[in-house]
């Protein structure tokens, strides 16, 4: 069977197409320029990308992990950028696999799309409440791939992940590794929340499901290693993944939110004291997914990674 993954240079995208080369699937991989031996290049993803030389390849199933996302230093682009990328221009490529033939889309969406900072944990059927341009660009992005689904006979599968780390990890948790890794003190031993993330070999496997179940057409799932966290802990762990131990100082969450305030970096000091956790009971019960990794397990090999990536043995 020929599977499409899109965006394949990303760090879900090349964990993904490893494992499907592994199990069998003829894998296709597009990117936006300067292919390499086994990719395709298509150009900057918008409302008119020709896509035509892919699809040409009897794909059955398409991953699409290609988006534009915030980049390393948080600096987000304009709300047109995000729109003619992640919305006209998934929705243009998912128009293009429907005349193909192209039996399955699945859509690599983001929690955001549900909002930040709930107490309670996230459900797949809470309204949405995006609060950002690239968040907004993810939900007009689904309803539209809904909409085309109820049009076609191409059926559509949508993941909402959290925060996924692992090896090749990129951005705000590879920031986190490296200042773990310095062992200095960190202000967050008070901060009281709860987050999920999940190991890309946990999200890998749920895409894996979803590519090929019967009950997956037409739903959408929140993902998670289903071990809720609050930062401090999370810090814990990752010190104890990196061999040593953390050095949290207990700094009232208030003063955090002053200094955040004064710096000019109050969004992201509510990010790092939020909760943002989700429920994956759905997923579970519908496609008896279960996450095969634990927390344990995904930082072990993230550390793992990291400390070859630096040399640190």
Same mark, same amino acid.
């Given at each position: 069977?020929?599977?499409?993954?899109?965006? &394949?240079?990303?760090?879900? +995208?090349? /964990?993904?197409? $490893?494992?499907?080369? =592994?199990? @069998?699937?003829?894998? #296709?991989?597009?990117?936006?320029?300067?292919?390499?031996?086994?990719?395709?290049?298509?150009?900057?993803?918008?409302?008119?990308?020709?896509?035509?030389?892919?699809?040409?390849?009897?794909?059955?199933?398409?991953?699409?992990?290609?988006?534009?996302?915030?980049?390393?230093?948080?600096?987000?682009?304009?709300?047109?950028?995000?729109?003619?990328?992640?919305?006209?221009?998934?929705?243009?490529?998912?128009?293009?696999?429907?005349?193909?033939?192209?039996?399955?889309?699945?859509?690599?969406?983001?929690?955001?799309?549900?909002?930040?900072?709930?107490?309670?944990?996230?459900?797949?059927?809470?309204? &949405?409440?995006?609060?950002? +341009?690239? /968040?907004?660009? $993810?939900?007009?992005? =689904?309803? @539209?791939?809904?909409? #085309?689904?109820?049009?076609?006979?191409?059926?559509?599968?949508?993941?909402?992940?959290?925060?996924?780390?692992?090896?090749?990890?990129?951005?705000?948790?590879?920031?986190?590794?490296?200042?773990?890794?310095?062992?200095?003190?960190?202000?967050?031993?008070?901060?009281?929340?709860?987050?999920?993330?999940?190991?890309?070999?946990?999200?890998?496997?749920?895409?894996?499901?979803?590519?090929?179940?019967?009950?997956?057409?037409?739903?959408?799932?929140?993902?998670?290693?289903?071990?809720?966290?609050?930062?401090?802990?999370?810090?814990?762990?990752?010190?104890?993944?990196?061999?040593?131990?953390?050095?949290?100082?207990?700094?009232?969450?208030?003063?955090?939110?002053?200094?955040?305030?004064?710096? @000019?970096?109050?969004?992201?000091?509510?990010?790092?004291?939020?909760?943002?956790?989700?429920?994956?009971?759905?997923?579970?019960?519908?496609?008896?997914?279960?996450?095969?990794?634990?927390?344990?397990?995904?930082?072990?090999?993230?550390?793992?990674?990291?400390?070859?990536?630096?040399?640190?043995?």
């Amino acid at each position: 069977m020929n599977a499409l993954i899109t965006g &394949a240079r990303g760090f879900v +995208a090349i /964990a993904l197409g $490893k494992k499907l080369d =592994e199990v @069998g699937f003829k894998v #296709i991989r597009s990117t936006r320029a300067n292919a390499r031996a086994g990719e395709i290049a298509v150009g900057e993803m918008d409302a008119t990308t020709d896509w035509s030389q892919v699809l040409s390849r009897d794909i059955a199933i398409v991953i699409h992990t290609a988006a534009k996302v915030p980049d390393s230093s948080g600096q987000a682009e304009s709300q047109a950028a995000y729109h003619l990328a992640n919305t006209l221009g998934t929705l243009n490529l998912a128009r293009q696999c429907a005349a193909s033939g192209v039996k399955r889309f699945i859509f690599l969406s983001s929690i955001k799309v549900l909002g930040e900072g709930r107490d309670q944990p996230y459900c797949a059927d809470d309204l &949405a409440d995006p609060t950002d +341009a690239y /968040a907004i660009s $993810k939900w007009k992005a =689904e309803q @539209g791939l809904m909409q #085309i689904a109820a049009e076609t006979d191409m059926e559509v599968v949508i993941l909402r992940p959290p925060l996924v780390y692992g090896p090749g990890v990129k951005g705000n948790f590879l920031r986190l590794l490296q200042t773990v890794e310095r062992r200095l003190p960190l202000p967050f031993g008070t901060i009281c929340n709860r987050r999920s993330l999940i190991y890309v070999g946990n999200l890998i496997h749920a895409i894996q499901i979803c590519m090929t179940h019967p009950a997956a057409a037409g739903k959408t799932y929140l993902l998670s290693d289903g071990d809720d966290v609050s930062t401090p802990e999370l810090i814990r762990r990752i010190s104890t993944a990196m061999g040593h131990s953390a050095h949290l100082m207990p700094i009232p969450v208030q003063w955090m939110k002053w200094a955040g305030s004064l710096l @000019g970096k109050r969004a992201a000091v509510d990010r790092l004291i939020g909760s943002l956790a989700v429920d994956i009971a759905p997923i579970q019960r519908e496609l008896g997914w279960s996450p095969p990794f634990s927390m344990a397990e995904g930082l072990a090999a993230t550390a793992e990674w990291y400390r070859q990536r630096e040399g640190k043995y």
